[in-house]
Each structure stands twice: as C-alpha cells, then as structure tokens.
C-alpha cells in the first residue's frame, strides 16, 4: 500500500520548493490536496511523481511542479475571482479554490467536466462553477476576473481573454506551436498589457475559436 500522505509531502520538499517555489499558501495547499484522486486508479502510484499524466480524451493532468509555477505567477492573495480554461482533472482547480475566493473553471469536453465537478463537490470545493463551453471565448458574463490561468497551449493570447482581465489583472498561458510553448504573464494596466516571458513548457492544444481548430 502506498502511504499517499508521505509521498505528497515528499513531492513538495524534492520536486516543488527546491525548484524555487515560495509562495507558503500555494505549498500548503499542494500538501493537503490528494493529487492521486484526480486520476485513474492504475495510476495512482505515479501521481506524485514530477510528470503529467493521461486522464482521458487525450488530456493529461500537468506536472505538479508546472502546476505550482503557473499558480505561483498569478500572484494570488485569496481574495480573487479567477477564470481557469481547461478544467481537465479538476487538480489545478483545487489548487486555484484554496488560494481565491471563488473559481470559474471552463471545460470543452463533458466527461472530464463532470468528473471533475463530482471529485471537486466530494472534497468540499464548493467555491467553484464550471461551464462546458469553448474555452478561447472566456466566461463573459463574469468578468471581470482578477487572474485568469490556462492550461492548453495556444498559437496566441486570445483577445477575449485580454478583455476579460480586470485592471491591474493577471493572465498566464502558454502560447508557441503544437509541439513546444512559452509560458507568458501577461498583466494588464492602464498603458496597456505587459508580458513577460517565464520558459519553455509542452501541453496539450487549446482548441477553440481563438485557439488551434479541432481536427
């Protein structure tokens, strides 16, 4: 039997806060959240192991260490409303509900839309919504958010997610070709959007209208 509690807390001392990972409520919570509950049963024994893992529909759960650099970027207080494109598992959803006030979480695909919604529901995260839409048009009728965080890979930022972001907000993607991207910050201010450029990273494509086309 694996002892899960002893391989998370080994995870975030070997592979997260030795690869600069600071922020102490970001730690905690990649401490308390099951990780291995976010994906199939066969997989479990690798699931605090530093690498992504399929969850289905050619999806895969990010690296925890990705995970906890992209959610580190968006500079989180607790206090923030947050747009998340790509629900997949529902793991870096966890992770964004224990750091803000309140998530919304877009999904194109419906099984792991609904999947992730009952995991989220069963771990008490009751503080976030998620919709089965095109993620690339963001969530309109909420904005503006605070911080918006996806995770798919686009050909570029989508302007509707640039819209969206209330002043001062921050916005994290990675943007390059289907096979590797950079991951951007992109903040908005009054002078316009400042992005700075975080290294190299590979996800899966975020299709949609202001992403890749599906096939």
């Not at 580190?72 to 509900?97: D, F, N, P, R, V």
């Not at 993620?135 to 570029?156: C, H, K, M, N, Y």
Request: charged content about 25%; glycine content about 8%; proline content about 6%.
């Amino acid at each position: 039997m694996i002892d899960f509690p002893k391989a998370r807390l080994k995870m975030v001392e070997e592979q997260i806060t030795p690869r600069g990972i600071k922020d102490a409520r970001l730690i905690a919570a990649i401490k308390k959240i099951p990780r291995h509950l976010f994906v199939e049963e066969a997989l479990q024994s690798q699931a605090y192991t530093d690498h992504p893992l399929p969850i289905g529909e050619k999806q895969t759960i990010s690296q925890p260490y990705m995970v906890a650099l992209m959610t580190e970027a968006l500079l989180l207080t607790g206090k923030e409303k947050i747009l998340e494109i790509g629900t997949g598992s529902g793991y870096q959803t966890a992770i964004l509900a224990e750091l803000c006030e309140k998530v919304f979480s877009i999904e194109r695909i419906r099984p792991l839309a609904i999947r992730a919604r009952k995991l989220l529901y069963e771990l008490g995260y009751f503080n976030v919504e998620i919709k089965i839409f095109d993620g690339t048009f963001g969530w309109r009728e909420e904005s503006p958010f605070d911080a918006i965080l996806v995770t798919a890979g686009s050909p570029d930022i989508p302007q509707p997610l640039i819209d969206q972001l209330a002043a001062g907000g921050r916005l994290v993607i990675p943007v390059g070709d289907t096979f590797i991207q950079e991951l951007f910050r992109v903040t908005k201010t009054e002078a316009g959007v400042k992005k700075e450029d975080m290294g190299g990273c590979r996800f899966v494509k975020l299709i949609g209208e202001h992403g890749w086309k599906a096939e």
